[in-house]
């Protein structure tokens, strides 16, 4: 037996159903508890190459050489990443996974860091459609305290070469553009300089919910910096 609904019910209840969802979408994200940050006041940061869960091999050094300016913009020293890994890689770890795995006191034991930024490679790489075509780079981020042990900020980001493209001339001028992004993609490495864009929206500190400044910082607060 199927059980019916008035038509003024129907209608009542889609209302709720559209409400319910534009509420959803409106909703403002939760802000980021800066409580362990602001008791750990980090001044130096150990980078450590980054985990690539995407297909291209490039990821991992693409990301890397693109993660000192944010952090030293934000007020941070940035142990020199060339070195850091050349160390790792002299100590016979040889990919971002063994690095990761790397004791929190032995890292601090030979580094001196006050934090360590692990980070994680979603999405790298450039993907094609019959009307859109796209490099995207997504990555997460996990700052921990070298002297605790404590997680002190976790953050992600994305950027995409599609962003702000637009095309007119309804069909025809979407296939246009879609063959013309496709020649730029295929052509040249877009995703280094999207990995670049995705870095900047990750740690650059002021960022919704991103890290704080350092205390290298003009806007560092020395009475426990402000959450952005």
Not at 12 to 30: K, N
Not at 63 to 72: R, Y
Not at 108 to 115: K, P, S, T
Not at 169 to 195: C, K, M
Request: charged letters at 15%; proline letters at 7%; hydrophobic letters at 40%.
């Amino acid at each position: 037996m199927r059980f019916r609904l008035p038509a003024p019910a129907l209608r009542a209840g889609a209302i709720a159903l559209l409400g319910a969802a534009l509420t959803a979408g409106c909703a403002t994200p939760a802000r980021y508890d800066y409580s362990a940050f602001k008791e750990s006041r980090p001044a130096s940061i150990l980078v450590l190459p980054p985990l690539n869960s995407s297909p291209d091999v490039a990821a991992t050094y693409s990301m890397l050489s693109q993660v000192t300016l944010p952090l030293a913009e934000s007020g941070y020293y940035v142990f020199p990443v060339s070195l850091v890994d050349e160390t790792f890689r002299q100590n016979g770890m040889s990919n971002a996974a063994e690095a990761h795995q790397v004791a929190l006191p032995k890292l601090r034991e030979i580094f001196g860091a006050d934090a360590v930024l692990y980070i994680d490679i979603k999405q790298y790489g450039t993907s094609y459609a019959l009307i859109s075509s796209e490099s995207r780079v997504t990555a997460e981020a996990r700052l921990v305290d070298l002297r605790s042990g404590q997680v002190l900020w976790k953050g992600a980001a994305s950027a995409s070469s599609a962003e702000g493209r637009s095309s007119s001339g309804g069909l025809v001028g979407l296939l246009v553009t879609a063959v013309v992004s496709q020649i730029v993609e295929s052509s040249t490495n877009r995703s280094h300089p999207i990995a670049g864009i995705t870095s900047q929206r990750l740690l650059t500190a002021g960022m919704p919910n991103g890290i704080l400044y350092g205390p290298r910082s003009p806007r560092y607060k020395t009475d426990g910096n402000t959450a952005p």
